[in-house]
């Protein structure tokens, strides 16, 4: 009876999730279908401004289930954009030795974060923030300058930002000079999709993922099942900046540019991805489908504000942190309402 | 050696420590940064700059130290809730949507209590989620870490709003005749009320003990949970007072730069201070020499020509290195080797 509970209590927080993401859809087309809300290509741009995001929030999530978190990331992207745009901007050196100085960077910054918070038992808060402050200060020191990465730069690189995947032809629509436009998604989407994927077999069908569940759900437990709780919680931190590592690589594919102010208040959107999919904040709850949808519904938030046009951009800001705020109290109530069903 | 181990082992060593380090390298460094003069009939130096400056960070760290001991998290909503004071003053004193006044629409003493109630509002919204709701600290605060930001650009009309009225920078310049920054003065209020707070009343015992053990606290009677809310309530008003300071500076409400990265800076004081953020037991004076050493830092800095968006790096690494060195982890591994040396010398004494 008790498992039956538990497992209606998670369902129902992604439930509620998709069916947000549903009705804000839903709610935006009929408001602004003249704005072209209805189309395809809209849903696709979704998809496509967000792929970093989802990619970071996939390794939010790994963090959140063991009960940590991770504020580092969007630091760690600014920094990432910034060593491609200052690489190949000004110092023109090729984009695959970046990409993969970008990977190692992402693995050492995790590694340590990982080694501070699970072996020497630090508040993950406090470490990551730290990381948080040491990365966007790094930014600064590479270049304090906008950099923006053109095709004269980096032709491949360029390339591969602007590559087209047409989807199959019946999903098109006719615009108004009457030529038929397909609808296209961009490598990054590709490449943030399998993320979902692959993170969502980890979590499900590896003993990895499930120690994560494990460490999350009850530290002593896990502990007395025998297993290495510490190293656990070191894999997720590196999986975590990994992860944050290929987001940065598909953030950077979208803007094209490195600035210090960049992804600012990132870690803001992937928590709120995250704990609007269900993720419980204190662990050992959640999955990656609902992350995505979390991350479906930040992007939706900020198109419906940039397609009003007269709203300023900062009420995307405060819609998210009001949403991640009904969600944090609607998980406490479901803790309090199993609490005292348990009793 | 027993006098040393006994300095050493005083809570308010090590902020004292760091700040004599600080100094003593600037010494060696630059000789004029102990250089005080008069210029325009006001104290002019770089000493002085330390204390005025740090007066922002000092008054949010004594609202920090209580959060941390109550709840061992830490509020970083502060650096917002910071600017969402300045732009909720600036509003009020020069009307919605009024790019630059010198007229104010109500009188400023009506704003600057608005401006502070704004924080103390902030901190209520903190104290609900963490001591009613039990949500982690960090998590809870961080809502208004992003949202205080762009709430204050709402209210400013995404610009930075002017209040060209000459009474209005006395708070963070200097008051006409008197030669001693007002930040300073202000810094000093603001310590005495909250020490005269915890020590004429109990909350500052009832703090450690709800810090301490929270359950056993309730279970002897403390409302833990008010205890908790009322800690926020007063970090979030030391962080409105903050904001005012920080906006008379500029006179105006630059919602982006007001308080930016000054969680850091404030919980880097408190830990500096000798504060465990693990919670507890608490030291504001700890905390208050902690603000002013890393005032310094932040000010040699700048003198070695490091820039503000740089400085955080150094910022870090030093943060990372106290909780290490405070980390009970580190601490066990640091006495078992201490002991191991001790067991490996008597057996050494033993052979000879």
Request: one cysteine or more; glycine letters at 10%; charged letters at 10%.
């Amino acid at each position: 009876m008790k498992k039956i509970n538990k497992f209606s209590g998670n369902t129902v927080l992604l439930l509620i999730t998709i069916v947000l993401f549903v009705a804000m859809y839903a709610v935006g087309c009929v408001i602004y279908s003249a704005k072209g809300f209805t189309h395809v290509q809209t849903f696709l741009n979704l998809l496509i401004t967000n792929a970093g995001l989802i990619c970071v929030a996939c390794g939010m999530t790994c963090v959140m289930l063991t009960g940590g978190i991770d504020i580092s990331v969007g630091s760690l992207i600014a920094m990432d954009c910034m060593i491609l745009a200052y690489g190949m901007g000004v110092k023109g050196w090729p984009c695959i030795p970046l990409i993969i100085l970008i990977l190692v960077i992402g693995l050492v910054f995790g590694a340590v974060q990982g080694y501070l918070i699970g072996y020497l038992k630090i508040q993950p808060f406090i470490i990551t923030m730290a990381g948080m402050f040491f990365a966007r200060g790094m930014t600064a020191v590479i270049c304090t300058d906008q950099i923006s990465i053109t095709q004269d730069m980096n032709p491949m690189f360029y390339k591969w930002a602007n590559a087209k995947i047409n989807l199959p032809g019946f999903l098109g629509y006719v615009n108004k000079k009457g030529k038929t436009v397909v609808p296209f998604i961009r490598p990054t989407v590709v490449i943030a999709l399998l993320v979902v994927a692959i993170i969502f077999f980890i979590l499900k069908y590896t003993k990895f993922g499930r120690n994560l569940y494990a460490v999350g759900g009850n530290q002593q437990s896990a502990t007395m099942m025998g297993l290495n709780v510490k190293a656990t919680k070191m894999k997720a931190y590196i999986l975590s900046s990994f992860l944050c590592s290929i987001g940065g690589i598909c953030y950077c594919l979208n803007t094209m540019s490195g600035s210090v102010q960049q992804a600012l208040g990132f870690e803001m959107n992937a928590i709120a991805s995250s704990v609007i999919g269900g993720t419980l904040l204190t662990g050992g709850v959640g999955n990656v489908i609902g992350s995505l949808f979390g991350v479906l519904i930040n992007g939706t938030i900020s198109t419906l504000v940039t397609t009003n046009g007269k709203l300023l951009s900062s009420w995307s800001n405060i819609m998210t942190a009001a949403l991640l705020c009904f969600f944090i109290i609607l998980q406490s109530l479901f803790a309090y309402f199993k609490n005292r069903n348990n009793r | 050696m027993d006098t040393i181990k006994k300095i050493t082992k005083q809570q308010l060593f090590l902020p004292f420590f760091c700040l004599l380090l600080v100094l003593l390298i600037n010494l060696i460094k630059s000789p004029t940064f102990f250089n005080i003069g008069i210029q325009n009939g006001v104290l002019y130096g770089r000493l002085i700059d330390v204390l005025n400056r740090g007066s922002e960070i000092a008054i949010l760290a004594v609202g920090q130290t209580l959060v941390v001991a109550v709840s061992a998290g830490t509020d970083i909503s502060v650096g917002s809730v910071m600017s969402l004071s300045a732009c909720g003053t600036c509003m009020m004193l020069a009307g919605y949507g009024v790019n630059s006044t010198t007229q104010l629409a109500v009188p400023m003493g009506i704003g600057i209590l608005f401006g502070i109630l704004l924080g103390g509002v902030c901190g209520c919204i903190n104290g609900a989620l963490v001591a009613k709701l039990k949500i982690q600290p960090m998590v809870a605060t961080l809502i208004l870490f992003t949202a205080a930001r762009a709430i204050g650009l709402l209210l400013c009309n995404n610009q930075i709003t002017y209040i060209r009225y000459e009474p209005y920078k006395y708070l963070g310049n200097f008051i006409p005749g008197c030669p001693i920054p007002t930040a300073i003065f202000v810094t000093i209020a603001v310590i005495i009320v909250v020490s005269i707070f915890l020590r004429k009343t109990a909350l500052g015992l009832y703090i450690q003990s709800a810090g301490i053990n929270s359950r056993a606290a309730r279970i002897s009677g403390i409302n833990s949970a008010l205890i908790c809310f009322v800690c926020y309530v007063i970090c979030g008003l030391c962080a409105g007072i903050a904001g005012m300071v920080a906006s008379s500076r500029i006179y105006s409400a630059d919602s982006n730069n007001i308080g930016l990265n000054y969680e850091l800076d404030a919980i880097l004081a408190v830990a500096l201070g000798g504060n465990s953020l693990g919670g507890g037991k608490f030291n504001l004076a700890g905390a208050v020499v902690g603000a002013y050493t890393i005032q310094a830092i932040t000010t040699t800095l700048l003198a070695m020509g490091v820039s503000t968006d740089q400085a955080p790096v150094i910022k870090a690494i030093i943060v990372v290195i106290i909780v290490v060195v405070q980390a009970p982890t580190f601490k066990e591994w640091l006495s078992n080797s201490e002991a191991k040396r001790r067991a490996l010398a008597a057996e050494g004494g033993q052979k000879a």
